[in-house]
């Protein structure tokens, strides 16, 4: 059973375009995160959602939007895509909004814009 | 934040034991050493977390001196599995997690 999935694994797409990948996690855990891991291998908090509300906003441009329907998804939209906005996209997950806790990843998905 | 400093890389052969050092000289009261396992195309994996002395799972071990200034990571025996890069983590239960470049590990046959 996969604990934390994402969709789509690789995606590459244009400058300007919008995409969306999605997040899924049967695990039962109340908090969500989506993390960005550069060129440089730096792996960096982007938002973090506990019960569907929005608990961690790092600085990100306003282009990436998360999106939770419920506790179990999160899913990251973003607009008007970006040269710089190229890297590997983690999803996570982890049983309480304490982000000491231990945190289950995602397999990642790579985005390339070209 | 406290800072992190850890060696880019370490090579061993198979079999051997591991100890990769961390060290965070300006670690808080409040803050928790964690370290993280990532393989090649995969999301970071929990290995371990302490606060202070030694702390033990089926994975590895912890050990912090009294100063809580450094820490080590030691994986018994290691395999050619073991061949990831290993991320030490320190902050608070709070803090939202910063990896930096973490240690990589290249387990030789």
């Known amino acids: 059973d996969t604990a934390v999935s994402q969709t789509p694994k690789y995606l590459v797409t244009q400058m300007g375009n919008d995409k969306s990948i999605k997040c899924e996690q049967n695990l039962g855990h109340d908090t969500m995160y989506w993390y960005k891991q550069d060129s440089k291998k730096f792996l960096k908090i982007m938002f973090s959602?506990?019960?569907?509300?929005?608990?961690i906003n790092e600085t990100v441009p306003n282009r990436f939007s998360p999106k939770s329907p419920d506790k179990a998804h999160l899913n990251l939209h973003i607009n008007s895509l970006e040269l710089g906005d190229s890297a590997v996209y983690f999803c996570a997950s982890s049983q309480s909004g304490l982000a000491g806790d231990e945190q289950f990843f995602g397999p990642g998905t790579r985005l390339t814009v070209l | 934040l406290a800072k992190t400093t850890q060696p880019i890389s370490m090579d061993s052969y198979e079999g051997q034991e591991v100890n990769i050092t961390c060290s965070h000289n300006?670690?808080?009261?409040?803050?928790?050493i964690t370290w993280y396992q990532q393989f090649p195309s995969q999301g970071p994996r929990f290995i371990i977390q302490g606060y202070k002395t030694k702390v033990t799972n089926e994975v590895a071990s912890l050990f912090i001196p009294a100063d809580r200034k450094s820490s080590t990571l030691s994986l018994p025996r290691v395999s050619l599995s073991d061949t990831a890069v290993y991320y030490c983590?320190?902050?608070?239960?709070?803090?939202?997690?910063?990896f930096g470049k973490g240690t990589r590990l290249s387990v030789i046959a």
């Open positions: 300006n670690i808080a009261t409040n803050d928790y």
């Open positions: 959602y506990n019960n569907k509300e929005l608990i």
């Open positions: 983590l320190v902050g608070d239960m709070y803090t939202p997690l910063v």
